[in-house]
Each structure stands twice: as structure tokens, then as C-alpha cells.
């Protein structure tokens, strides 16, 4: 009987972290983001996944930090005419570092998933080769 629950708890948790990755790339590329040029990989694509975020990320703290001669937002004085532009660039690198972040959990959960099926597959196997039946209650 474990087997079988861990079984289909693998599948479950493969199916909805697949879901979830198509999911958010899918809401991402729905916002029609290109990868700066000037960036340092994946120049000119489409941000519809955590490589593509990560780089046009990663451009936009590029893009922030010459605005402001280097500063962060914090260390930017209130009546600087820069701050409102490096702090846009902090919510967008936010938001696509969420979304690399929600890839990862997807990916973990898609592979989680398939080694709990897995698992319970050998434990049915198991139970089977032992003569007892997998779904007998002990």
C-alpha cells in the first residue's frame, strides 16, 4: 500500500511542477521582454526562461549601476535624479529573479516527483517479489 501512495505522490508532484514551469514561462513571455543587447548571454531572445531572466537581470543591474555612477539604490541620496531609475531597475531584477527562483522549485519538484514514483514503484516490486500484496493493508 506505501508503494503505491508514494507512487502516485511522485506523479502528482511531477505533474504540478511541470505544470508550474510551463506555467511561468508562459506568464513571462506573455510580457514580451528581450534580452538587452548588450548583454552578456542570450543578447536579442526572448526572457521566457530562468537562463534568459537571469541575463536580462543581470543587464538591467548593469544598466542601474552606469545611472547612478555606481551606487545602489540606498546609497543614492533622496533628491538624486537617478534614484527613481535605479529603483525601477531593482523591482525588475526582483521580479525576474522570482521567476528564475519559481523555475528552480518547478524543476526540483518535476525531479522530486519522479524519484518518489520511482521509489514506490520498487517498493510495489518489492512487495510483489515477497509474495505479500502491494495493496494488502500488513
Keep these: 500500500m506505501i508503494g503505491l501512495i508514494t507512487m502516485i505522490a511522485g506523479i502528482v ?11 511561468v514561462s508562459v506568464t513571462l513571455a506573455d510580457e514580451n521582454i528581450t534580452v538587452s543587447d548588450d548583454a552578456k548571454y542570450f543578447a536579442g531572445d526572448d526572457v521566457n526562461g530562468p537562463l534568459s531572466a537571469a541575463s536580462e537581470a543581470q543587464t538591467i543591474e548593469k544598466h542601474a549601476l552606469a545611472a547612478s555612477g555606481g551606487k545602489t539604490y540606498a546609497e543614492l541620496p533622496k533628491d538624486d535624479p537617478n534614484r527613481q531609475t535605479v529603483m525601477t531597475g ?24 519522479i524519484l518518489f514514483a520511482l521509489l514506490g514503484w520498487a517498493l510495489m516490486g518489492l512487495a510483489k517479489s515477497m ?3 502491494a495493496y494488502a493493508a500488513p
Design 90 to 113: 531593482s523591482f525588475l531584477r526582483a521580479s525576474l529573479f522570482t521567476s528564475v527562483v519559481a523555475f528552480g522549485v518547478a524543476a526540483m519538484a518535476v525531479g522530486i516527483g
Design 13 to 23: 508532484l511531477a505533474v504540478a511542477g511541470a505544470f508550474t514551469y510551463v506555467m
Design 131 to 133: 509474495g505479500t500484496s
